[in-house]
């Protein structure tokens, strides 16, 4: 079995070429992109109704990119008040490592936003899609602090279940209001695949040297101030 494992690529190598073979196809907004992208938007926008476009509207706000900054930064000052300054630490910093890539991919990719069956205006570039990504980091960053910590596996599952529901929510939200072609949100869960594992690195390979340096900066400085 290791045999085969090592014969294989690994898994985020083939995610990484698959986001770059999509970038480019995007870039160049390519026939069969652009043909798969159609296949796709039809069933998500067959029935527009008063009603479903209220409720994707509202997911659509619920998961905006300025709400996530919010959302990581509410999560960051409540692990910090409670002691977790570790954890409040690692959540901004992957945060913004997550943030500043999505947005380069933007600018870099430059892909024109839809122009048909468009019921929520957005500005900017549609390549990946910012509210997916943004969902995918608040989401993995809550999974990982609070949820994976629990001790029943069914507690686990069903929180990872009710993740993968919303998700699937935002995602069609986002091409039902022709706000995202699918391939957009498709390389967002890519992307958000992609940070997540650098987000996990960077905590099992810090984490704990940050503990260490916290635990013996801030008494310090608390000391410090108390003497002043």
């Known amino acids: 079995m290791n045999l085969r494992l090592k014969k294989r690529p690994p898994a985020l190598l083939v995610v990484l070429i698959i986001l770059m073979i999509l970038a480019l196809l995007a870039h160049f907004q390519a026939a069969p992109l652009t043909f798969i992208d159609q296949a796709l938007t039809t069933p998500l926008q067959a029935i ?42 690692w959540v901004l910093v992957s945060f913004g490592i997550g943030g500043v890539t999505s947005w380069l991919l933007k600018f870099i990719v430059a892909r024109p936003r ?15 899609s910012g509210h997916v990504f943004s969902a995918v ?40 209001l022709g706000a995202h072609y699918p391939s957009d949100t498709i390389a967002a869960l890519l992307l958000g695949y992609l940070w997540l594992h650098i987000a996990l690195w960077l905590h099992r390979h810090y984490y704990a040297w940050l503990q260490v340096h916290l635990a013996h900066t801030l008494p310090e400085m608390r000391h410090a101030n108390r003497n002043k």
Do not use: C, D
Request: hydrophobic share 60%.
């Open 48 to 89: 527009v109704t008063p009603t479903k476009t209220f409720l994707m509207r509202l997911i659509s706000v619920i998961a905006k990119p300025a709400m996530a900054v919010l959302y990581a930064v509410v999560l960051s000052g409540a692990l910090w008040y409670f002691q977790h300054r570790a954890a409040a630490i």
């Open 114 to 128: 839809p122009t048909s069956h468009v019921l929520l205006p957005e500005n900017g570039y549609s390549f990946p």
């Open 137 to 176: 980091m608040i989401l993995s960053l809550v999974y990982f602090i609070f949820a994976r910590p629990l001790p029943r596996l069914w507690q686990r599952l069903a929180s990872l279940i009710a993740i993968g529901l919303w998700l699937g929510l935002v995602v069609a939200s986002r091409v039902y």
